[in-house]
């Protein structure tokens, strides 16, 4: 509570009355953050540029115990991806990125890896436009491990085998993204090829760098399956879970 000091990468604003504006960030040390910019929109305002999304700022807001609406005092540019957004590509893939840090993001609560994920993919995505599918497929994949829904892709989840990749046989993947092993399967689940698997489960070593080469190195078919379970997996999450900050949307 009081004054907090922290970096941010602001997600969304609106405009609220005259001169002021809605802010919605995802900040490192508290999370997704929804603040009210006095005079934000005068021409000679104190936040200059700052406040437009996909900008990475160094945030000064008051929080209140009873109130979830902060009121920013202060935003520094650190880094503007401003002419980023100007590529098609570019902007297609930085507001999914956005969208998809608000919908499993927690208000009011740090998650340091979530904002640490968000900051390199926004930074590699606005030098490497042409690599946007791998990107979303990879913020996908991290957005659900850091926030618990992602499956461990390590064994049979029936029979408890280990299906890491000195496994010979043919694994499957289920619709709830659960592997199964050759013999368990029963005919449930998708057929997943020794690539498609390779890419899957370098998720969890790689950074938004190294994970696009591996993506790239991959078959295609293996970038569509992969693609596409990391899709689905959002989609299923996201119907378990009440979106991030619904309700206090719905009131402004
Ligand atoms: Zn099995």
Same mark, same amino acid.
């Given at each position: 509570?009081?004054?907090?000091?922290?970096?941010?990468?602001?997600?969304?604003?609106?405009?609220?009355?005259?001169?002021?504006?809605?802010?919605?960030?995802?900040?490192?040390?508290?999370?997704?953050?929804?603040?009210?910019?006095?005079?934000?929109?005068?021409?000679?305002?104190?936040?200059?540029?700052?406040?437009?999304?996909?900008?990475?700022?160094?945030?000064?807001?008051?929080?209140?115990?009873?109130?979830?609406?902060?009121?920013?005092?202060?935003?520094?540019?650190?880094?503007?991806?401003?002419?980023? $957004?100007?590529?098609? %590509? !570019?902007? =297609?893939? *930085?507001?999914?990125? /956005?969208?998809?840090?608000?919908? #499993? $993001?927690?208000?009011? %609560? !740090?998650? =340091?890896? *979530?904002?640490?994920? /968000?900051?390199?993919?926004?930074? #590699?995505?606005?030098?490497?436009?042409?690599?946007?599918?791998?990107?979303?497929?990879?913020?996908?994949?991290?957005?659900?491990?850091?926030?618990?829904?992602?499956?461990?892709?390590?064994?049979?989840?029936?029979?408890?085998?280990?299906?890491?990749?000195?496994?010979?046989?043919?694994?499957?993947?289920?619709?709830?993204?659960?592997?199964?092993?050759?013999?368990?399967?029963?005919?449930?689940?998708?057929?997943?090829?020794?690539?498609?698997?390779?890419?899957?489960?370098?998720?969890?070593?790689?950074?938004?760098?190294?994970?696009?080469?591996?993506?790239?190195?991959?078959?295609?078919?293996?970038?569509?399956?992969?693609?596409?379970?990391?899709?689905?997996?959002?989609?299923?999450?996201?119907?378990?879970?009440?979106?991030?900050?619904?309700?206090?949307?719905?009131?402004?």
């Amino acid at each position: 509570m009081g004054i907090v000091e922290t970096q941010a990468v602001v997600l969304q604003t609106y405009q609220l009355a005259d001169a002021d504006k809605i802010v919605l960030c995802m900040t490192e040390k508290a999370g997704l953050v929804r603040g009210v910019a006095r005079g934000a929109r005068r021409l000679k305002s104190k936040f200059g540029a700052s406040l437009e999304p996909f900008t990475l700022i160094h945030l000064t807001f008051f929080e209140k115990e009873t109130r979830e609406l902060v009121t920013i005092r202060g935003a520094e540019i650190i880094k503007s991806y401003f002419d980023a $957004a100007g590529n098609a %590509q !570019a902007f =297609e893939g *930085l507001v999914y990125l /956005l969208e998809l840090v608000k919908e #499993f $993001a927690l208000p009011h %609560q !740090a998650d =340091e890896k *979530l904002f640490k994920m /968000l900051r390199a993919c926004v930074d #590699f995505l606005a030098q490497n436009p042409s690599k946007a599918n791998a990107v979303s497929a990879y913020s996908e994949l991290w957005t659900l491990k850091l926030t618990g829904f992602l499956p461990e892709f390590k064994s049979c989840g029936y029979c408890r085998m280990s299906l890491d990749e000195t496994y010979s046989g043919q694994r499957h993947i289920s619709y709830e993204g659960v592997l199964w092993c050759q013999a368990c399967t029963e005919g449930r689940a998708q057929p997943l090829g020794d690539d498609a698997y390779k890419l899957l489960s370098s998720t969890r070593r790689s950074g938004p760098h190294q994970w696009a080469q591996n993506y790239a190195g991959a078959l295609e078919e293996s970038r569509r399956v992969v693609s596409e379970i990391a899709r689905r997996l959002v989609r299923r999450a996201l119907e378990r879970e009440p979106r991030a900050g619904k309700t206090s949307q719905a009131q402004l």
